[in-house]
């Protein structure tokens, strides 16, 4: 069974910057899709960023130039970097993935991904 395991959240002014990291266990990690995901109260999850096996990636408009995600094959490891951050970007972060690529190009559905993280709280203060 899949685990994933996000880490690295907590509060931070406008214009900091927080690591997230999602350690993931119990299978081929290479193989695998995977994605970042975020909710802010009262609004519904969202995607924020995606990485495929082969290491490409993509963004949400709203964190494009800010958001940086990558890979760590050896320590199974994913991170997300996230940089000039804004209060809006005030949400729970989650780690999602699946072993297929999200149908349709549709890394930032959340119906995409089959296994995902307990999420880990990112609170940005103006």
């Known amino acids: 069974q899949v685990q994933l395991v996000e880490s690295g959240g907590g509060s931070v002014q406008a214009g900091g910057s927080l690591r997230l990291s999602c350690a993931v266990s119990g299978y081929t990690y290479r193989t695998y899709y995977m994605g970042w995901f975020r909710q802010a109260p009262g609004k519904e999850r969202e995607g924020v960023a995606s990485i495929d096996a082969d290491g490409s990636t993509r963004y949400a408009d709203d964190v494009k130039g800010r958001f940086t995600t990558s890979k760590d094959n050896a320590k199974n490891t994913l991170y997300l970097q996230m940089n000039s951050l804004k209060p809006e970007d005030t949400a729970m972060y989650y780690c999602?993935?699946?072993?297929?690529?999200?149908?349709?190009?549709?890394?930032?559905?959340?119906?995409?991904?089959?296994?995902w993280g307990q999420g880990t709280q990112v609170t940005v203060s103006s």
């Open positions: 999602a993935a699946d072993l297929r690529r999200a149908r349709g190009g549709r890394w930032y559905s959340e119906v995409e991904y089959k296994y």
